[in-house]
């Protein structure tokens, strides 16, 4: 991820001592945001979409804080909050219309929850691909307005420990990992280093 020119991120000694702190990341989800597009999935998983509201940005490239359109990629990678105090990351398939949501602690909590959360995504993302001319670029995708599915694996998931507070991490670690084509091999145990690397890499300007 890397800022257009004319636009800065600006990280503070007091901003990057969130990034290492456990627990810190939901009451100032800023790393969150400014690295993996926090305001789409927080907007439509509220249920709201408005036009011309700057959403459609995101999807086409426009927005300064994205590399390039959707139109270019098959898979977007986004995290979402669930319940306001658990993150998880999002694995959105635009060919196969479907959702993957990747969870470091499923226990957090059930189906229900989740469905609030992650439904409105799954029925607003065929109209938003509609609304900004995907389907016209796209013609490999069949145009189709009915709903995404998804789902929420649990075998073969890295699981933080209940009492650590690592959702942030593990969602960015999540989303880093599935877009590289990493396999997903981190450990709770490697909470730490992980959170290190990542605000080592956003004060340099080197991650995603």
């Not at 945001?33 to 999807?59: H, M, W």
């Not at 995708?141 to 995404?148: K, S, W």
Request: a negative charge.
């Amino acid at each position: 991820m890397a800022y257009t020119e004319g636009e800065t991120c600006r990280l503070t000694p007091t901003w990057i001592s969130v990034v290492f702190e456990a627990g810190r990341w939901l009451e100032d989800d800023t790393a969150l945001q400014v690295t993996y597009r926090g305001y789409l999935s927080r907007t439509l998983a509220k249920g709201t979409f408005y036009p011309n509201s700057g959403i459609e940005a995101f999807v086409t490239g426009r927005h300064s804080r994205l590399h390039r359109d959707w139109i270019q990629v098959d898979v977007v990678y986004l995290p979402i909050t669930l319940g306001g105090n658990h993150w998880v990351a999002c694995e959105i398939h635009l060919r196969r219309r479907a959702i993957t949501v990747y969870d470091s602690l499923p226990s957090a909590h059930g189906d229900d929850v989740l469905d609030t959360a992650i439904q409105p995504l799954c029925i607003y993302i065929p109209y938003l691909l509609d609304q900004t001319g995907f389907y016209r670029y796209r013609t490999d995708v069949i145009q189709n307005l009915e709903a995404f599915t998804y789902i929420r694996p649990i075998e073969g998931i890295p699981h933080q420990r209940s009492d650590s507070g690592d959702c942030g991490i593990f969602t960015c670690m999540f989303i880093q990992h599935l877009g590289l084509g990493l396999p997903l091999c981190f450990r709770p145990e490697d909470s730490e280093l992980m959170r290190t690397r990542v605000a080592v890499d956003l004060w340099a300007g080197q991650l995603l």
